[in-house]
């Protein structure tokens, strides 16, 4: 695992935008595997920014977002499938055709989610996941306790994670209590990973994933076992993280 520590969140979110750059230079009908929440946003930004002077092109890559909330149509504000249009899509040239989002109405959650597992595969897997780490250290909306070998699936939110996704919610709307996630199986599968994250907050999750044991109770412990992931984090976000003796400074 590598790991690498900028001194700004601004700096951190160059190297992932440069990460997801190169994939899809070197392969440009790679399948991206993309998160949404407040970290992400500056890495799209950079993306966007890179691709209005002619830096990158998305017309043949895939585009598998991580999760998206249950019981809320795709045209919701509160939506993922509303932000990724808005913070990264629209702004791109990803055909639409290539864009995957669980779709948050389905009737069926699960028979949705074995379709997306299954749309997963027919691309030959993810080539980059790019993912955020949630202060309890949840990958996507993998909470502590989710095993290390679940795949696409409907799950609880916790309260921790629905208070600290609150702030994106209209007060008096209802807040999705599910969602549909990528696994931590599915995620693991993805030939390489990326992980951001930024902020004090996010430190004792950090800490706990990268130094800790590997346990069902963080799951940001399973990229342990994942062969080619990297780490971006600021300077915050490391505080903790004094007790990994091989931290790779690199500011
Ligand atoms: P955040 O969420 O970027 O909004 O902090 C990260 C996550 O929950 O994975």
């Known amino acids: 695992m590598e790991i690498i520590v900028k001194d700004t969140v601004d700096e951190a979110s160059a190297i992932v935008a440069e990460i997801l750059l190169r994939q899809v ?11 949404t929440g407040a970290t992400p946003l500056g890495v799209y930004a950079r993306l ?43 702004h791109i040239d990803f055909m639409q055709r290539n864009i995957h989002i669980p779709d948050g109405s389905a ?6 989610a074995t379709r997306y597992e299954t749309q997963i595969a027919a691309r030959g897997g993810i080539d980059l996941m790019f993912l955020g780490l949630g202060r309890n250290a949840h990958i996507g909306f993998n909470e502590p306790g989710s095993p290390h070998d679940t795949r696409t699936r409907r799950v609880a939110l916790t309260a921790s994670t629905m208070e600290a ?5 209209a007060p008096g ?10 696994g931590i199986g599915t995620i693991l599968e993805s030939r390489r990973i990326v992980v951001l994250a930024t902020g004090i907050e996010k430190a ?11 346990t069902d109770a963080v799951p940001g412990s399973a990229l342990a076992r994942h062969a080619h992931t990297t780490i971006v984090l600021d300077r915050d976000a490391a505080h ?6 091989a931290l790779e400074i690199d500011a």
């Open 25 to 35: 230079e070197e392969k440009p009908d790679c399948a991206l595997g993309l998160p």
């Open 48 to 90: 966007i920014e890179d691709f209005r002077n002619g830096c990158g092109c998305y017309n043949r890559a895939h585009a598998f977002n991580l999760d998206e909330y249950l019981g809320i149509p795709g045209t919701d504000t509160a939506s993922y499938a509303f932000y990724m249009r808005e913070n990264l899509f629209r």
């Open 107 to 112: 009737a069926d959650a699960s028979a949705e």
């Open 165 to 169: 996704n609150a702030r994106y919610f």
């Open 173 to 182: 709307s209802r807040q999705p209590t599910h969602a549909i996630t990528m």
């Open 204 to 214: 004792s999750a950090v800490a706990a994933s990268l130094a800790g044991p590997m």
């Open 240 to 245: 903790e993280l004094d007790r990994i003796l």
